[in-house]
C-alpha cells in the first residue's frame, strides 16, 4: 500500500540538503517495494532530467529537501478507476 509523503519522513544530513541515499530510501517506501530504489535509477534518471532538482557547484551535487518534497508532490495522479 503506497504511503503519503511526509516531511517528518525525511532527515536532510546537513540543513535544508537531502542525500541521495536517503531520496532513494523514501522512494522505495512510498511506492510500496519495502525497499530503497537502486541509487543508479536516481542517477540515471538525473541524465534523463527526469529526477529530483538538483543543485551543482563544480563537482559537487546538492539536493533540496524541499525542492525533492515539491518533484514528488508534481507526480500525484488521482487514481483511475479499472
Avoid: Y
Avoid at 9 to 19: A, L, V
Avoid at 45 to 58: A, Q, V
Amino acid at each position: 500500500m503506497k504511503q503519503s509523503i511526509d516531511a517528518r519522513m525525511i532527515t536532510p544530513p546537513s540543513g535544508d540538503f537531502i542525500s541521495d541515499e536517503e531520496i532513494c530510501r523514501v522512494i522505495g517506501e512510498i511506492s510500496g517495494h519495502g525497499k530503497p530504489i537502486n541509487i543508479r535509477t536516481l542517477h540515471r534518471w538525473d541524465t534523463l532530467r527526469e529526477g529530483p532538482p538538483i543543485t551543482k557547484m563544480g563537482k559537487f551535487r546538492a539536493r533540496r529537501r524541499d525542492s525533492f518534497l515539491a518533484w514528488l508532490k508534481a507526480r500525484e495522479r488521482s487514481q483511475v478507476r479499472t
